[in-house]
Every structure is written in C-alpha cells, then in structure tokens.
C-alpha cells in the first residue's frame, strides 16, 4: 500500500550529509537502527522489525514495489523541495532484504525462481544490481544522505605469507560476486563495523557499541575519507556526524578544492531532456527496437513520439530517460 510521506508531521534537525552512502553493519542490539534514526532530518525505510521500538519517521516496505514507489515519491521533481525540507537521511534496513526483493521482482518478471536460472542474453544478477544502483543514484543525486544497516557474516581466509587460517567479519553477502549486496559496499563512501560493547557487570549497565571504521586483520571496514578515526568507542549519532564532516573537511583541504553544497544537476526543460535522451536511445534502438517503442509508449502512450513532448512531459521525459539509460547498462551498450 502506497504511503503519502508529506502526511507525516515531524520537526527535522540542521545538518548535512548530502549525497553520502554509508554503511553500518553488525549483529542486534549494536544500536544501528537507533543510531541511525538520530541522523540528520532521518526517515527509515524498514524491512524487518528493527526499528519497531525507534521513534521518528518508518515506511514499512515488503517488496521491491513499494520501495519504488517510496524512492519515486522521495525524488519527485514537484515536490523534491518539500522532501528536502522534510527529510535528509535515508535509511534503508535491512540490505539484503532489499537485495533480496530486487532479486524477486527480477525473477518474476522471467517467471523463474531465481536469477540463476534466466538463460539468453539477459543476465538476472547484472538487471537486479543495476536497478538498485539505479535506484540510490537517483536518491544520491537529489542529494540525500544514504545509510544501508546490515548484519555481519563470518567467513574464512588464510594469510598469504604466513598460511594460517582465521576467522574475518564482513557485510553478509559480500562474498558473492555476482551479489547486489557486494556492489553496494563497492558503491559505499564509508563502511563501518559496530562491535558490541561488553556488559559491565560492576556497575550493571551496559557499553556502548565500538565503530570500527578502517580494516583490520579480521573486520572488514573501510571509507573514502582517509581522516577518519581507527575507532569510535561509545558510537553515536552525534559524534558519528561530526567526524565524518570533519574527515570530509579536511580531504577538501588536501586536495585544495573547496566545500560547496549539494546541488541537484538535471536538465531544466523538454530540450534538455531530448538532448539526454537521444544518444541512449539511438544505442538501444540498434540494439534492440523493441524495447525503445515499449519504454516510449508506456510513458507517452501509443504513437507519440520523444520529439513532440512539451513542457508539461518533463517527469515523463525523465522516467524515459532514466529506463533508457538502465537498459543501456544492463547490456553493457
């Protein structure tokens, strides 16, 4: 069931991480989904019942549909202005069910079970993780700030020098190649572990989780800003934010370029659009013309065509577009 996110009523806080993707893995109870709703302006897109006991803004999703519909709303070019008044941080809980719902949609659509069995030229692990990165792109390029939880899995590697075999923690999933779930921590800027704190039996109470934000010997963490710490004991939200925005400083420093705010970059007009539109389409339709009658059809209807939009065509020139160019990368044209 759709769900009208300008309906909510709540009070966003100031602060920025626009166009930044993170991703927070580690077991329950290392407060993921309550760290992240402390995040700037946030809204969780929940698959599981993490965030059930977490106050703040909660779309339930149960399929790739109604995630759609919920990046289709976020990202609408009518009411993009009021989104961004509203909400900032997008969290998406879990990342393999979220890969696990693209991968369903995918196979459905080839009436198989899995991707593994759609044969042809069609490749079900490529469609199924262009549609995600399709999807966070567009969230990313409306300047949103992206945060994926996960759960962690163990998995065993051996030294190359010395030949011993031990234990390594990594994102579930990420071990498969052809998986969505790794190409989303390629896609990441930041990767960090939480490892949960030990219980202080002394003072009865509870440590908070540790993040750990560079690899080691046996955790797999990881981000773009090399400024960041090693670690954060007693992880939160706040002290979360201020490092990555110092860290993201100091690399604007480094490499003497300045600090400017996120800007949506997108044609303004029907002419612009065209001119985006044309070259992906002259790729596919000598690809295969088929598919480039059925994406146009679908959004203007039978028989018109691309160059006679107007100006009130701009949302369809830009589902048009953006069906073109995901074709285009699927089959790597």
């Known amino acids: 069931?759709?769900?009208?996110?300008?309906?909510?009523?709540?009070?966003?806080?100031?602060?920025?991480?626009?166009?930044?993707?993170?991703?927070?893995?580690?077991?329950?109870?290392?407060?993921?989904?309550?760290?992240?709703?402390k995040m700037p302006k946030?809204?969780?897109?929940?698959?599981?019942?993490?965030?059930?006991?977490?106050?703040?803004?909660?779309?339930?999703?149960?399929s790739w549909g109604d995630f759609a519909d919920t990046v289709k709303q976020l990202t609408n070019p009518k009411t993009l202005d009021q989104m961004k008044e509203k909400f900032e941080t997008i969290i998406l809980d879990?990342?393999?069910?979220?890969?696990?719902?693209?991968?369903?949609?995918?196979?459905?659509?080839?009436?198989?079970?899995?991707?593994?069995?759609?044969?042809?030229?069609?490749?079900?692990y490529v469609m199924s993780r262009t549609q995600i990165s399709m999807a966070i792109a567009k969230l990313c390029s409306c300047g949103y700030h992206i945060i994926f939880l996960s759960h962690p899995e163990t998995v065993e590697l051996e030294d190359e020098i010395s030949g011993e075999k031990y234990n390594f923690t990594q994102v579930k999933g990420c071990s498969n190649e052809k998986?969505?779930?790794?190409?989303i921590i390629?896609?990441?800027?930041?990767?960090?572990?939480?490892?949960?704190?030990?219980?202080?039996?002394?003072?009865?109470?509870e440590v908070l989780s540790t993040a750990i934000y560079k690899r080691t010997k046996t955790v797999f963490a990881r981000s773009r800003f090399s400024d960041l710490p090693f670690i954060l004991p007693n992880f939160n939200a706040k002290q979360h934010q201020e490092i990555l925005l110092e860290a993201i400083k100091k690399r604007a420093e480094k490499e003497q370029c300045g600090i400017t705010d996120y800007e949506v970059e997108k044609p303004k007009n029907k002419d612009e659009w065209i001119e985006q539109i044309n070259p992906l389409m002259t790729k596919v339709f000598a690809f295969n013309p088929d598919i480039v009658g059925e994406i146009v059809e679908g959004q203007l209807g039978q028989g018109k065509k691309v160059s006679k939009c107007t100006e009130n065509d701009l949302i369809k020139l830009e589902n048009i577009y953006n069906a073109m160019l995901t074709y285009s990368i699927q089959f790597n044209l």
């Open 1 to 37: 069931m759709k769900q009208d996110l300008l309906s909510m009523e709540k009070e966003g806080v100031i602060g920025s991480l626009n166009g930044v993707v993170e991703v927070w893995y580690g077991t329950n109870n290392v407060g993921k989904s309550y760290n992240a709703s």
């Open 42 to 62: 946030a809204i969780m897109i929940a698959t599981e019942a993490g965030g059930r006991g977490i106050s703040g803004y909660k779309v339930n999703v149960t």
């Open 94 to 124: 879990t990342l393999e069910n979220m890969v696990m719902y693209s991968d369903n949609t995918i196979a459905q659509q080839f009436g198989v079970s899995t991707l593994g069995e759609i044969s042809g030229k069609q490749n079900g």
């Open 179 to 183: 998986s969505s779930a790794k190409a």
């Open 186 to 205: 390629d896609m990441a800027d930041v990767v960090l572990y939480l490892k949960a704190g030990d219980y202080d039996v002394e003072n009865d109470k």
